[in-house]
């Protein structure tokens, strides 16, 4: 009986996992550019941190963009504007401004 607790909420706790925004991507947000959203109405700006870092970082910095954008549809936006990234090097805050186009 205690193996199937156990099962069970393993069970729960992987399936809420599986809806988290930042592992599975968000719908009705899209990114663009600066000049994309010059007639665009502001929202809001959103920063995070990347959870992870090292081998894991790439992950760490999807997971952080999804995150974005689900925090800016929650807000009311549908576009996201990210600041540049410099390739290869370390991403510790990522920021964005969401905007309602």
Known sequence: ?????????MAAALAACTQDPGFVGVGGVREATAAEVAACHYVSDIRMSPGVYGVLADQGVKYARNTIMADAR????NTV???????GADVYELHAVAYRC
């Open 81 to 87: 504007v990210f600041d540049p990234v410099t390739p």
């Open 74 to 77: 929650d807000a009311g936006a």
């Open 1 to 9: 009986m205690r193996r199937i607790a156990l099962g069970a909420v």
